[in-house]
């Protein structure tokens, strides 16, 4: 690829790489040495896309952790897993041209390659890892905050699965301009192996809702459905 072309690239992108090789390697699929260089060492982009996954993933669980403080690590993850997919990545490729500056096998550009989700969506990983090793995390942060985050869907897959707790503080958060709600455990029963928790979830010493679970998280969840479900009928 000549320095034309990689500038070209490097404007869609937004960021110009000190290390040009860096981008060079991202843009490789794996069917382009075997076939056309006949290297041993693999020379393509599959270890920068594991790089370029994990980048991305810790900003995504960024994002999610400043955007939901009430939202608890189960759902945390649920909710990654759930907005961070190939489509996703794939429109992300699109938008920056990136098919079309592939380096790929004969026999996969002509069956359609540059166009593959799997492939496009593999590729742009690899150039998230390309800028963060060539320039570090702040600028990889920025490229993805451009290209990928508006492209998730955060708001509805979390409110699909929004857990009572969550939902509880962000309604009285809006209802009282900010207030928090604590949980206490106003009860126990049962053997060690076997306990029953009670919980009430409080405003100010109101008690809101109350609830019984197998561990404290569960019956902290109860308490805010109980809540959930008074405010309801109060309305």
């Known amino acids: ?62 994002e999610l952790f400043m955007r939901f403080p009430h939202m608890q690590e189960g759902q945390l993850s649920k909710t990654r897993a759930s907005i961070v997919c190939e489509s996703a990545l794939c429109e992300a490729a699109k938008g920056v ?5 592939l380096l790929l096998g004969h026999g996969e550009d002509l069956g359609g390659g540059r166009e593959k989700p799997s492939i496009l969506s593999d590729a742009f990983e ?23 985050l508006p492209l998730l ?5 979390s409110s699909a ?25 106003v009860g126990e029963k049962g053997p060690d192996h076997q306990k ?7 405003l100010d010493e109101e008690v809101l809702g109350t609830g019984e679970g197998n561990s404290k998280q569960s019956a902290g969840q109860a308490a ?8 309801e009928k109060a309305k």
């Open 1 to 62: 690829m000549n320095q034309n072309r990689l500038a070209e690239l490097e404007s869609a992108l937004g960021y110009a790489f000190q290390n040009d090789a860096l981008l060079k390697r991202a843009l490789t699929h794996s069917s382009f040495y075997p076939s056309e260089k006949g290297r041993r060492e693999p020379q393509d982009n599959e270890r920068m896309e594991f790089l370029g996954d994990a980048v991305l993933e810790l900003c995504v669980s960024e």
């Open 97 to 101: 041209q990136l098919g079309s500056h």
């Open 126 to 148: 690899a150039v998230i890892a390309a800028i963060y090793l060539d320039g570090g995390w702040e600028p990889a942060k920025a490229f993805i905050h451009r290209n990928v």
């Open 153 to 157: 869907n955060f708001d509805a897959h």
């Open 161 to 185: 699965e929004k857990d009572f707790k969550t939902r509880l503080q962000e309604l009285v958060h809006h209802k009282t301009h900010g207030r928090q709600v604590v949980y206490r455990t």
């Open 196 to 202: 029953v928790f009670t919980m009430a979830v409080l």
């Open 224 to 231: 805010a459905r109980d809540a959930l479900e008074r405010m």
